[in-house]
Structure formats: C-alpha cells, structure tokens
C-alpha cells in the first residue's frame, strides 16, 4: 500500500491512500483521518486500508492533487537519525584525518520531528554561511515497539517505509559537536517525499531490514549520485532493537539510515555534498563542489516512484534572524 497525506488545513493533513501509478487517490475517513491515527492503531485499520487499497487497484478513486500533498507525517512524536553506512564515515575521517568511532554500539542521534516538510516545498534557511548540504536516505515508520524489543522482533513493528532528504548545516555541524551535547542549529527540519510505502509494496527490493533500491540524486539538473540502500552495515530492524533498548518507541517514531553511501563511489557518485568534497580532498587535497546557494534545486527519488519525488530549492527564511 501507499500512503499520502493532503493538506486540509490542518496540522496533520488528511490521510489518503494512493494508486499504484501515482495518479489518483482514496481518503481514509472513517478508518484513520490521518496517518499518525491509522499507525496508532494499525492491526485494526489495516483490513480496512487494504480494502481501499483493493478499490483503487479496480480503478475507483479521485485525481490526485499532487500540489496538496505534504510530507507523509507532517509531524511525528520523535525523529531518530542513524549511520548505517560505514563507507559514508570512512570517507569523512579519512578526508579530515579524523580517528576512528570507537564504539560497537549503531550511531543515532535525535533529531527535530515537530514537522517534515513537503517534498515540493521551498526549503527556508538563514545563510548561505551555513553550509548549506543536503542528505538523501531511507526512513522507517513503526507502531509502538515495547522496551526491550530485540532485531528480530523489531521486523515486525516496520510498518512503512519513506525518503528523507536530511538537511544539514556544515559550517555548524562541528561547533556543535565541539560541546559532546549534539545537533540543534546544525540540523533544520528535514524533508519527506510524498509517499509512504508498506514493506510488502517495494517486493524483493526489502530484505533484511534494508532497501535494496538505487537513491537517485541531482543537483540543478545535474546527475549528482545513485548509490545503493542495500549497503547499510545494520539493518534498520538493528537501529530499531538499539533505540529500544532503554525505552519504548512511540507510534509514529521515524528512523533514518543515514546518507546512503556506497564503496563503488567513484561510479555511484553520493548522496550528499559533504561527501562528495571528502572525496576531493582524498584525490587532490582540495574540496571543489561548493555547498547550496539560495535557488539551488535538488531533487530525489527512486527509480519508479515508490516514494514519489523530492524537488526542492533552497530559499532565504523571511524576517528577522538571531543567533
């Protein structure tokens, strides 16, 4: 099944499901008005959901007003971000001349979730300064998972499946992690693409707790990279159990893979700038690709559409800024 949410005016938008194709839509009134309701209480609106699911397969259902959708979870009770992509550290350490983590225990830290922003909305920020990067990744949504909750049960609380474009500050990034108290300035609300996916829809490409599928990246019509979500080191039925261990996760939580990176690199290209320069210092010394200015467009997506697109520019935020 497919998941969107359309703005009605209302924080958490109206719930609809969506067509295989992408082109018409069902709401989900009376099941779940919206997507937070139906994850909540999902083994009881999911016969539900799968019928309207089936009555759009025989070709009932509305156009789809794609202008209207916002992020699949406008807003979420708790936003976790991994790094499961060992290739993605590597680079940057080698690049900065940076130490090992020395740690055996999944990297994640906890990010803003007071809201996601739409895959086609202008993305708002105060200073080209910043540093100014973007970080495409895959992201799970799960019902609530009890404390304690091991991997392999943690499989069975994945009950859908997103596109993340984590936006991240650079220039900021290293001062705040300077304190050893983590991100806040350095990581402005992230971006959804429109649609969230059941396991089951992605077929053979969901394995392991990991999205065998190509992430494809363009900066300003440009290709920018395809790397690979199978490459994860630990699935995100591990990012899941390690999140848990002290603590339930709520309905609704979000869990990131982290940029998705690859070793074939220098074919795949990346998903992020940051990266991209890390891998110029490694072969000349010299970082060359600048980060984002006001106007720059990036787009993403997979190949298909599961997720829909992400296609965004980045824009001057409006009013005063402080600090």
Not at 30 to 58: S, V
Request: glycine share 12%.
């Amino acid at each position: 099944m497919r998941f969107a949410t359309l703005d009605n005016g209302r924080p958490d938008g109206q719930l609809v499901i969506v067509s295989a194709d992408g082109r018409r839509c069902l709401a989900a009134a009376g099941i779940a008005n919206t997507l937070q309701q139906a994850i909540e209480q999902w083994d009881k609106a999911e016969p539900g959901l799968k019928n309207i699911d089936t009555r759009l397969a025989q070709g009932e259902g509305e156009a789809l007003d794609h202008g209207r959708l916002l992020a699949p979870l406008p807003r979420s009770w708790q936003w976790l971000d991994g790094s499961a992509f060992p290739q993605h550290g590597e680079l940057m350490q080698r690049a900065f001349g940076l130490p090992p983590i020395e740690t055996d225990r999944p990297l994640m830290y906890q990010g803003m979730s007071d809201r996601f922003l739409p895959g086609h909305a202008d993305v708002p920020l105060p200073s080209e300064a910043d540093g100014i990067d973007f970080e495409g990744e895959f992201g799970v949504i799960t019902d609530a998972v009890p404390m304690g909750t091991n991997a392999e049960e943690a499989m069975k609380h994945i009950k859908l499946i997103i596109l993340i474009n984590d936006w991240s500050l650079r220039a900021i990034a290293p001062v705040e992690m300077k304190t050893g108290f983590g991100w806040v300035q350095a990581k402005p609300a992230c971006s959804a693409a429109p649609f969230a996916v059941t396991p089951d829809d992605l077929g053979d490409a969901w394995k392991d707790g990991r999205v065998y599928l190509p992430l494809e990246v363009e900066l300003n019509d440009q290709w920018f990279g395809n790397p690979n979500g199978g490459e994860m080191e630990i699935g995100f039925h591990e990012l899941i159990a390690h999140a848990a261990r002290t603590r339930d996760l709520v309905a609704g939580t979000i869990i990131g893979s982290g940029t998705v990176s690859n070793a074939d690199y220098a074919n795949v290209g990346s998903a992020c700038i940051s990266e991209r320069r890390a891998i110029e210092m490694i072969v000349s010394g010299t970082p060359t690709t600048p980060f984002l200015r006001f106007g720059d467009r990036v787009q993403m997506q997979v190949p298909g559409g599961p997720f829909g697109a992400l296609d965004q520019k980045i824009a001057k935020v409006s009013g005063p800024v402080r600090g």
